[in-house]
């Protein structure tokens, strides 16, 4: 650090701005685990919320399994996302304490000291059932965060009625995850319900001209509804950390 960092993070101490703790950790600089094939930021909570998260796609088993003790040992919670079934053996087997959800292809462990109460509600909606595999990704993820949540499946534009019967649902949300493909729609009509921020996330789902779901994308990215924001294809990852982020924060400001 800068002598002037230095001397203005010294001031915040003094003032109870910052707490000893923070104080020693910013002076120490950032805590890593250098591990043969990785080097774990242990520091990431204390700067963006909420710990390093392994993505497992193109790491060896053997890897994950490094990260996650490396994690662990800092008594944070574990969460990897897109691993696959031969990978999730091999971790089961490391981590007895461990789940892994096949649907969304996460593996998930609690924090050695889990939160009494949830960090704020996030409520998930889905489209039709073809969208549950990123649903499950997000609910896992929002699960790691220690985040309560209300599923809400199946119910698309292809039969609007169905929506309206949950509305009772998200009345006290921090935030609406809407998941669909196909033209991607649904977000539009959540997002003209609701006084909180929707996430909406295009899915791979829908026939030859869905490409792979980018006419879902681009049909989010041109939502009227203004409360409405959008992450990238397929991403149920993205979207449940920026809604438990969201969720946190409220929950800290008790908004």
């Given amino acids: 650090m800068e002598p002037r960092d230095v001397e203005k993070l010294a001031q915040q101490l003094l003032s109870g701005q910052v707490p000893l ?32 998260v392994v993505y497992a796609e193109g790491k060896t088993a053997e890897s994950i399994v490094e990260i996650i003790h490396a994690v662990r040992a800092d008594g944070s919670a574990a969460l990897a996302t897109r691993v696959s079934a031969e990978q999730a053996a091999q971790l089961c087997e490391a981590f007895s304490e461990g789940q892994y959800n096949e649907i969304g292809r996460t593996f998930r462990i609690e924090p050695s000291a889990p939160h009494a109460t949830p960090r704020g509600h996030v409520a998930v909606v889905t489209a039709g059932t073809s969208d549950r595999p990123v649903a499950e990704e997000a609910h896992e993820t929002l699960l790691w965060a220690g985040t309560r949540v209300t599923m809400i499946q199946d119910v698309g534009v292809a039969g609007p009625h169905r929506f309206p019967a949950h509305l009772d649902k998200l009345k006290n949300v921090d935030a609406v995850i809407v998941i669909a493909g196909m033209e991607g729609a649904l977000p539009s009509v959540v997002g003209g319900y609701v006084d909180c921020p929707v996430i909406a996330v295009p899915t791979s789902v829908g026939y030859g001209a869905a490409l792979g779901g980018i006419a879902a994308l681009l049909g989010m990215l041109n939502s009227c509804a203004s409360n409405v924001t959008v992450v990238n294809i397929d991403a149920g990852f993205k979207a449940g950390y920026v809604a438990a982020l969201i969720a946190k924060r409220r929950q800290k400001n008790n908004l």
């Fill in 21 to 52: 703790a923070e104080f020693l950790a910013q002076l120490a600089g950032p805590a890593m685990a250098q591990l043969p094939d990785a080097t774990v930021d242990l520091d990431r909570q204390r700067r963006c919320g909420f710990p390093e």
